[in-house]
Each structure stands twice: as C-alpha cells, then as structure tokens.
C-alpha cells in the first residue's frame, strides 16, 4: 500500500508513534488509509448538512475495511460573495482546494481519498485535486437543496431574492413581501435549487464517472443521499484494492460524455471553465470548440431553474443523472465509471419517470445544447453563452455599447434607470488576472431582468456569470481586458452585434480604427497588489484556457 511509506520498517518507528498517538490499534496499520477531505462548514447552505454525510463516509470506510482520516477543506459561498470584494475569491479558492488535496495526501501517503463537496468552485477543485494525485478516489456532493415556498408559489433563490430585488426598486413588491422571500427562498441545507453550478457541476462529475450512480441529484436531506455516503466510503476501499484511480476513468471520451450532458441539461457556463482545468491536471487537451462541437449536436431536453420552470427536486423525482444518461445512450461512449458499472448499464436500469422534464428529442425545449461559443473580433480566443436561457428574439442583437470598468458601476446604472432599451452593457477588467478572479455578475444579470430590460438590453463581459444567470450574457471574452484583449479600447456608443445562431462576437469598428485605439491604450493599475490575489494574477492563464494557473 502507498501508506506504507509512513508505517512500516524500522526506520519509521517515530512514524508508527505518532499514528499510534491519534489512537490507531497496531491492526489498524495493516488497513489502507483513506482520506476523508471533507468541506463542510457553518457558512455555506450547501455545506451544513455534511457534518451527517461525514458519519456515513467514516461508517463505509471502516465496514469496507479502511481507517478513515478526516481533513478539513476551505469553502465559500459564492451567492454570499456575490456583489463585493468576496466575488474576486472562489475561482482562486478552486486552485486552493486542489493543492490542499495535492499537499495533506501525499504528506501523509494516503491510499485514497473520499471527496465531500458541493457549491460551485469546491467541487471542480477536488476533481482537480485527485487528478493531479492520481490515487483511488471518490466524489461525494451533499445534494441540492429543496424548493422554497411562499402563497403555495415555489421558490427558487435566484430568481426570489436577486430578481426580486430590482422589482422592489420599482416598487412592486412590498418590503413585506420582500422578507418574506429572504425567510423562505432558502428553506435549509443544500445547493441552491436550480441548474447553477453547483448542481451542473454535481451533474457532469456523475456523468463523467466520479460519484456512484445517483449522486448528483439526491437531495440534501434524503436518507438516499446518507446510503450513497456510506456506499461510497465502503466503494473507495475497494477502488484501493483493485487500484482503480481517477485517470482510469477520466479520459477524453469521458469527459465528452459530462460535456454532453451538460449541454442536454443546459447547465451553468463555469463548467467550461472547470472542465478545462480539469483536463489539464489530467494531461487532456481540451478546448473551447469541443464544447461548441458538442452543443451544437445535442438537444436541450431538460427546463431548469434559472431559465426553465423546474427544480432539481423535479430532476431527482424524474430519474436524475441515470435518467438523463438514458436519454443521450446514443450520443455518448461507453465509459467506465468508479463504481465498476459501465455507462450504458447504469443507462439501461435507468427509468424515466416524468417525459416532460426529461422531454425525448423529439420534443426537446431546443435543437442545440446549453451553451454556445462565439468568435469575432470582440473576443479573437473565444466567449461563451448560455443560448438556452436566452429568449429567441435576442438570439441576435444590435446595440449600443454602456461601458463600465467595474460591476458595481453597471450595477448602479441599471438600478438607477440609466440603461435603456438597444444598450449593450460592457463590463471589463473582470478576467481572471483584472479582477481578479473572473467575479460572477448574478447581481446586474438578476437586475436586468428584475427591471424587465433582459428582452431589450444585452450584457458582455471578460468576467464570468453564476448559473444562476440568464438572457444574452455573454462571458468568458478572450482576450480579458487587462490583457489587451479588444474589449479594452471599447467606448460608450460603439455598436455590438451578437450573432449567437452564427457565433459571432463583434464591435462595428474598422481594424484602422481599433489599431488606432489601441495605440493610445493604457491598461488600468491592477485592483489589488497584496496577498494570495496578487500572486494568484500574477499566474493565472485566460478564461480560454481554463483560468488555470501556469
């Protein structure tokens, strides 16, 4: 075993004292160590309930014959972040997640690593983390939360607190009513309701082979989701044994598969980001393309929360990832995955149970999948779009540009009424090294369309957007602002055309003109010069690559 390193010899005898000290047996020492990296902590709904899933990973550890060792893993929530200096952390916490995983487990010469995660960089981190290990591993995400509920209406946290927050601006709901949402939009533990990252990312990391089968949806509180805890801590001992490790089963054609049924369930486009990361620590070339090359062949056949009209509890009810798998058998390979199904097994004992929000392909809510690329001289390297939560009259639009160097200054114009019916909003200096860290714009995206603008006004921007987010906003532009990317000699009037059906990306300038502009242009003092953020800009690659650190 691995951990033999650290147990065995007479050379390790101070070694074997100080395990002995945390109160293992002599017995013990025979068994194989796992690793439990558990995130758990009291600021993140998503995250709160883990303290129980621990119980029934440290159970299937030891029923399986291992002796687990817990270390703890930092976490944010990005909807507390949202808004403010905080936004600039969760990407960069991905890269701390992953090297705290790298550091603990080969420090300690574990055998294996179970992985208790769920909101939104946490869980891409892990996938990275054990990647770059290499060693027998299992995902555990602690499930979506359910749905709120307010008058017998639903409630879904993006839409009944960041929506409802410019519609009270208008005045049309009452400050009352308004805490009403704040008390009931989140009823308890788990990942916020709709398809935002998260959850997507719960989703593809079942589909790619990483969690047992029906992990992805199992909801928070379920007694389903303790089983899965306790099955994959019994699993990860046996992957130890037969020495099945992560890169037996994250390859290329597994990850087209998570990429497939990202597109069919139209989830958040950060997962471009985290797949690509991901890739990368598994010595995959993974690029931009691929994703649009998949997108534009399979069919959105699910209607999800934010765009959509269900929730994840509808997902769960319906069959969830097993039942999504069903549906796409013939456009995906035939993987394995660490549960020693293949996935067309776990396709065929699958059942769908509800049509409609599992829709056949004949009746899927769009012909393409989730997200599109686009190309142009706005963004040479790339930008991307969640198409299906953009309306079909805003599939293409002619604007004018509103240019912003920082999110709360669009923020601000939009609540104030200073954007109008045909602006483009502009929000630059928000890439990954000008933000830093690639801040989500959830509040301006949320207040368009709690101001009614989302079918008339557009948003672009070398930042990023939550899951949470939908209407033509468009992210991820490649070359970032701070990088002398195109969106940086952008001025107030210049007209944007977004081509999403053609995947254009462009400015109404000749390339005279840009040169010109570009002449003149002088990038802006980097926002922050002190601490991990400095560094972390320092470092940190274009969204086109996957914002990973070189």
């Given at each position: ?11 390790r ?27 758990f ?43 403010h ?118 989703c593809?990391t ?8 029906g ?29 099945i ?42 690029d ?49 995955t ?10 065929d ?5 509800d ?9 899927a ?15 040479p ?13 805003m ?36 890439g ?11 509040a ?72 010109k502009r ?33």
């Amino acid at each position: 075993m691995r951990s033999d390193k650290i147990k065995k010899g007479l050379e390790r005898v101070p070694h074997r004292a100080l395990l002995h000290a945390t109160g293992l047996s002599r017995k013990d020492l025979e068994r194989p160590f796992i690793g439990v990296a558990t995130s758990f902590t009291d600021l993140i709904p998503g995250h709160i309930g883990m303290r129980d899933l621990e119980r029934y990973i440290e159970r299937g550890i030891c029923y399986g014959g291992g002796v687990p060792f817990f270390f703890g893993v930092p976490g944010i929530c990005d909807g507390i972040a949202m808004g403010h200096l905080g936004m600039c952390y969760p990407l960069a916490l991905r890269e701390i997640v992953a090297d705290t995983i790298e550091t603990v487990c080969n420090a300690h010469s574990l055998d294996g690593i179970v992985c208790l995660t769920n909101c939104d960089k946490i869980t891409p981190g892990m996938l990275m983390g054990i990647a770059r290990l290499n060693i027998p591993a299992i995902i555990i995400t602690a499930g979506p939360m359910l749905s709120g509920r307010f008058r017998q209406k639903k409630l879904a946290f993006v839409h009944d607190t960041y929506e409802a927050l410019a519609r009270a601006k208008k005045g049309e709901i009452s400050a009352q009513d308004l805490v009403c949402l704040e008390m009931e939009a989140c009823p308890g533990a788990g990942s916020c309701q709709g398809l935002y990252t998260a959850n997507t990312m719960a989703c593809i990391t079942e589909a790619l082979g990483m969690s047992l089968s029906g992990c992805g949806t199992a909801l928070a509180v379920s007694a389903k989701k303790r089983r899965i805890a306790q099955a994959s801590g019994e699993r990860v001992v046996e992957l130890v044994k037969k020495d099945i490790k992560p890169l037996d089963i994250i390859n290329r054609k597994s990850l087209e598969n998570a990429i497939t049924v990202d597109m069919a369930l139209g989830g958040s486009s950060n997962t471009v980001l985290h797949l690509m990361a991901i890739a990368h620590e598994a010595g995959i070339n993974l690029d931009l393309k691929t994703f649009d090359k998949i997108s534009k062949v399979t069919p959105h056949i699910t209607n999800l929360e934010p765009a959509g009209e269900y929730f994840m509890e509808d997902l769960e009810f319906a069959g969830g990832v097993p039942a999504v798998l069903k549906r796409l058998k013939l456009r995906l390979s035939n993987t394995f995955t660490l549960s020693g199904k293949k996935i067309f097994d776990i396709a065929d004992e699958a059942e769908i149970t509800d049509d409609e929000v599992i829709r056949p392909f004949g009746r899927a809510y769009h012909t393409q999948g989730g997200l599109a690329v686009l190309f142009g001289n706005l963004a040479p390297d790339g930008a991307v779009v969640k198409q299906s939560a953009v309306s079909s009259n805003m599939m293409k639009f002619l604007g004018r540009a509103r240019v912003f160097n920082r999110e709360e200054e669009a923020m601000s114009a939009i609540l104030n009424g200073r954007i109008k019916k045909g602006d483009c909003i502009v929000i630059r200096y928000e890439g990954p090294s000008g933000g830093p860290g690639m801040r989500e714009m959830l509040a301006p995206t949320s207040a368009i369309v709690g101001m009614g603008l989302e079918k008339s006004v557009a948003l672009i921007t070398d930042g990023r957007f939550s899951g949470g987010t939908k209407g033509p906003c468009i992210g991820h532009i490649s070359p970032e602002a701070a990088k002398a990317g195109p969106i940086a000699i952008l001025k107030d009037g210049d007209i944007i055309s977004i081509d999403i059906p053609n995947r254009k990306l462009e400015v109404k300038l000749a390339k005279s003109e840009i040169e010109k502009r570009f002449k003149a242009w002088k990038p802006i003092p980097p926002k922050i010069r002190s601490g991990y953020l400095a560094r972390y800009l320092r470092l940190v690659s274009s969204a086109d690559k996957g914002a990973i650190l070189t």
